[in-house]
């Protein structure tokens, strides 16, 4: 399995290409969120934009599909980032788990819905993007 540690014999770090991985990583994460949020509104499962969802059930169905894209987005910054894929993963981790809390603090003042839906997905944003660049980075995949 591949060592996320640097090594001597490894090759020097490239900017452009770490920061497309996690860039990419983080686009599939919004893209497939908000198609997904899209989606279930033209079916009339959820409310219009703008309206809370207060369903707890509606509110779990959005975090089981949220921590599937998270984990797929943390993969593919792993198996793209050029060196290091665990600490690429981990990154997206921690960009989601801060725009979580931001949303978490933004919902909760505004009564935007059950405080507990944004805080259970800043509370899985690292593990998520854990096993996603664990996925990502094993050769078995």
């Given amino acids: ?9 490894d090759p020097p770090p490239n900017l452009l290409r770490s920061t497309f ?16 949020d899209h989606a279930l509104q033209l079916a009339k499962v ?13 509110n779990l169905l959005a975090h089981s599909y949220r921590c599937v894209y998270a984990l797929l987005g ?19 981790g921690v960009i989601g788990l801060l725009l979580s809390l931001l949303g978490a603090f933004v919902a909760i003042q505004n009564h935007f819905g059950p405080a507990w839906y ?6 899985t944003a690292l593990p998520c993007a854990w ?11």
């Fill in 74 to 92: 943390s993969y593919l910054a792993a198996r793209w980032a050029p060196r290091r894929p665990m600490r690429h993963a981990l990154v997206l």
């Fill in 46 to 58: 959820y409310p219009g934009w703008g309206r809370p969802v207060l369903d707890p059930g509606l």
């Fill in 118 to 123: 944004p805080l259970a997905l800043a509370a």
């Fill in 21 to 36: 991985a996690v860039l990419a990583g983080f686009v599939a994460v919004v893209t497939l969120s908000l198609g997904t």
């Fill in 131 to 141: 096993l996603g660049g664990r996925l990502g980075r094993s050769p078995h995949v």
């Fill in 1 to 9: 399995m591949e060592d996320d540690h640097a090594g001597p014999d």
